[in-house]
């Protein structure tokens, strides 16, 4: 004799699945911190006027680390980030290199059509020498915008050091 | 007798985010920004006369460890970024437009917290237009 088939539950199991939507959102939270990290080699100076914006909103870029010099006897050091296909790269550039780097990235953006800003993240005790020779170098490659990073003021932060 | 086995899972991945949360310690950084004279450049970088409304100069005290601000070439009493702001905010109050340009002069070896405290002090007071100035000489030789 027939017997209609037996309905199937269909209540879903709502346990399961924000377990693993919780990993998910955490994975992705943590990956995408990962992934915009800075180079974290330099204090960056305080600023009250300093807004965070996000990352796309600069356009092409070229940002240029500016730490103290190790040996003291330089004015600074330059560390660049890379890609070189595999993994992230990390190039510390002497004083007269970087107009040379500057320039073949102004070059490049060039050519794709794009309009470079240079990202400057200096420490905030290095000599302003060491900060003007990025400047001098973004003249000389016709590099107008430049970006200067700083931390934004928080009340009841540490306000001076 | 609860159901530990999910419990545990729970917990774990929320300790994971914590611990990894607190030891990433992501430095909020925000970003000033200003544009050096389109004029200057190509090449050798020209020399350009910018009318500055204001000029203001830094110098170096103690090498790097304070310094001195002087506005149009007057030294600032107190010297401090918040008396620099107090006195953009007077020419501002006096009618200066936001948009002329306020240039930052600065002596090789005075620290960058300064020369980005005078910006800054510029910036906040209303003045969008800081630019700074850059001397033509080569590629910074050792001191």
Redesign the interface.
């Known amino acids: 004799m027939f017997r209609p088939p037996r309905p199937v539950s269909m209540t879903l199991n709502l346990a399961a699945m924000v377990d693993v939507m919780m990993c998910l959102i955490i994975f992705f939270l943590l990956a995408s911190r990962l992934a915009s990290a800075q180079y974290r080699g330099v204090d960056l100076p305080q600023a009250a006027s300093a807004h965070e914006i996000e990352r796309s909103e600069i356009g092409a870029k070229v940002v240029i680390n500016v730490r103290p010099a190790a040996d003291g006897v330089l004015d600074a050091e330059y560390v660049v980030q890379g890609w070189d296909g595999r993994r992230a790269t990390e190039r510390v550039l002497a004083a007269d290199a970087v107009a040379d780097y500057l320039h073949a990235k102004a070059s490049q953006a060039v050519e794709h059509g794009e309009t470079l800003s240079c990202v400057i993240r200096a420490d905030r005790d290095v000599p302003y020498a060491g900060v003007e020779t990025v400047l001098r170098g973004c003249g000389l490659a016709r590099i107008s915008r430049i970006v200067l990073s700083a931390q934004p003021d928080e009340p009841g932060g540490e306000s001076s050091r | 007798m609860p159901n530990l086995a999910?419990m545990v899972?729970?917990i774990m991945?929320l300790l994971?985010?914590f611990i990894?949360?607190a030891s990433?310690q992501?430095?909020?950084?925000?970003?000033?920004?200003?544009?050096?004279?389109?004029r200057?450049?190509?090449?050798?970088?020209a020399a350009v006369e910018i009318i500055a409304s204001v000029k203001i100069a830094?110098q170096d005290l103690d090498n790097?460890r304070a310094c001195r601000i002087l506005v149009m070439g007057r030294p600032l009493e107190r010297g401090t970024p918040d008396e620099l702001r107090r006195y953009m905010q007077e020419r501002r109050a006096a009618g200066a437009d936001p948009l002329n340009p306020v240039v930052i002069t600065?002596?090789?070896?005075?620290?960058?917290?300064h020369?980005?405290?005078a910006?800054?002090a510029a910036?906040?007071a209303g003045f969008d237009n800081v630019q700074?100035a850059?001397?033509?000489g080569r590629?910074?030789a050792?001191?």
């Open positions: 999910p899972d729970v991945v994971v985010f990894l949360g990433l992501i430095a909020r950084e925000g970003v000033l920004r200003t544009e050096l004279d389109p200057s450049g190509p090449g050798e970088g830094l790097g600065a002596e090789r070896s005075v620290r960058w917290r020369v980005v405290a910006m800054d910036k906040s700074f850059v001397s033509l590629a910074a050792p001191r």
